[in-house]
């Protein structure tokens, strides 16, 4: 099940977060921060548990993914696709325009399902993780 997330859930996700290290990290303040501003949204997917979450900002005609993780102990199970299509279908009932999102372009995987998902790559930001590698950014056109 995919529901909005709480501040209880907070510890959860910062954990899920963590697992992840090669990304910058939100941790507890950054979330509690995400949930004082009333455009930003975080959803989990939770089964006898909390196994993934995203963060989102709804800007109106624009949503932006802010960040999405799955538990690694879980990955390769649908939660990631799962938490997309919950996104993409929010998106469609808040009549926004597009989905916007940024990956490291080393993150093959990601780039992989969102392009399954009909995002397309727009545009890069050259060396912007680690001063390194670029960042692909992506969008999806909601008809």
Do not use: C, H
Not at 89 to 114: C, G, H, T, W
């Amino acid at each position: 099940m995919i529901r909005e997330a709480s501040i209880k859930d907070i510890e959860k996700i910062s954990e899920i977060e963590k697992e992840w290290e090669n990304y910058p990290l939100w941790g507890v303040n950054g979330f509690e921060k995400e949930f004082e501003k009333k455009y930003s949204k975080t959803f989990v997917y939770e089964d006898n548990g909390i196994w993934g979450f995203v963060n989102i900002w709804d800007l109106g005609e624009e949503i932006e993914i802010n960040t999405i993780a799955v538990d690694k102990n879980k990955v390769k199970r649908g939660i990631g696709s799962a938490l997309l299509d919950y996104i993409i279908d929010y998106s469609y009932k808040r009549k926004a325009k597009r989905i916007l999102l940024e990956v490291n372009e080393e993150n093959l995987k990601a780039i992989k399902l969102y392009q399954k998902k009909g995002f397309v790559i727009y545009n890069k930001r050259k060396k912007y993780y680690d001063l390194k590698y670029d960042a692909l950014l992506m969008k999806k056109e909601i008809i």
